[in-house]
């Protein structure tokens, strides 16, 4: 017995009596009461969860089956009960499930979706059976999507997606305080950016959890899974480079040589900040033609500047110390810039697969 399978039998064992004692203090007809269970079974175990869709997929159930009853009611009262509209009824009630849902999880809706109806249909107060079979339906799915989410909880894309966003978020914070506040007290930059560090660290393993959690519920496709771990990879490398960055500007506070320098890295620290606030809203945007600035300009203006004090020889004026920092820091810049790129990159690559496979996903939620 695999571990996805043993933890969907344990909520559905928390699950299965709870949603029968509802059935219970509802005074549901002991012969529906089964349906609560069904529903949380339903809700734990057939409901597929690969892009975020079961919290629709309930929503709708919910809907469809509320009306189907109310309906099944209304013709129960003013036809009785005969063949031809239970045939006709059973009909419409597979049809109406087939065209909403998809296919992997129709066959588990199939079986309450023909038996609460016709159950309103053959009761001898329709309208009342309909009342109990809508709150049962709700409370149950409700019950089950709850125990899903509290106990071992699968983290879907869009989880994902939601904390690599609030990680690019923690950045531009990050390098807002690291390059825009070079004459604020050591002390107390060091404490905001220790604070952010600890923030970015605990987001960072946050995702990497998320991610194995989804890889052992199955809840995200083999090459999902790959994609994550590269934008994983790819901010722990960004904030390894911020923290090296913030350490040396707050060390070389004082350096004469970085000060001839301030409004380039001023520059290029605004648009880091921007270019991670951009990555935090690109990362969950439904809009793909967002169009993104890579940092590189504003570098290269930074160390063109840099280059041009060296070539007229400015540069000699400064002592080693000072001289060898900024260099550090230029390393260190240049590593933070072409890992910006790459994440740009696979953003883009992430917005041309999603763009691909656009119809399969429409087709799906449909």
Sequence with gaps: MDKTYRRKLLKL????????????????DPSLSFLGPLMVLNTIWLFPDPIGLKRVLILKFLSLIISMCFAAAFMAGLWGINSIVLFLFILLTGWVIQTWKPSTVSLGLLSP??????SVLTSSAPYTTAVYMSLLLAITLGLGWSIDRLFWPIFDQQGIERQVSKTFRIFEEFSDRAFQHPNRSKDGVYGSLEALRERADASIRATN??????????????SDRET???????QARLLAHLLA???????????????ELAPELSALGDRLSAIFAELSVAIVSKHPEIQLRSPNIDFQNWQ??????RVTGKTRSFDLASRLAVGAIEHRLQGLVTDI?????WLETRRSALLANLPLALETAQ
């Design 304 to 309: 063109s500047r840099l280059t041009g004090m």
């Design 228 to 234: 994550w771990a590269q934008a994983i990879g790819l």
């Design 245 to 259: 960055i913030s350490s040396l500007l707050q060390e070389n506070r004082e350096n004469p040589l970085l000060h």
């Design 13 to 28: 064992a928390i699950g299965a009596p709870l949603a029968f004692s509802v059935a219970l203090v509802l005074d549901i």
């Design 341 to 345: 790129s790459k994440s740009l990159a």
């Design 209 to 222: 959890k998320a991610l194995k959690t989804a890889g052992m519920t199955g809840s995200l496709a083999p």
């Design 113 to 118: 979706g023909f038996y609460l109806p016709t």
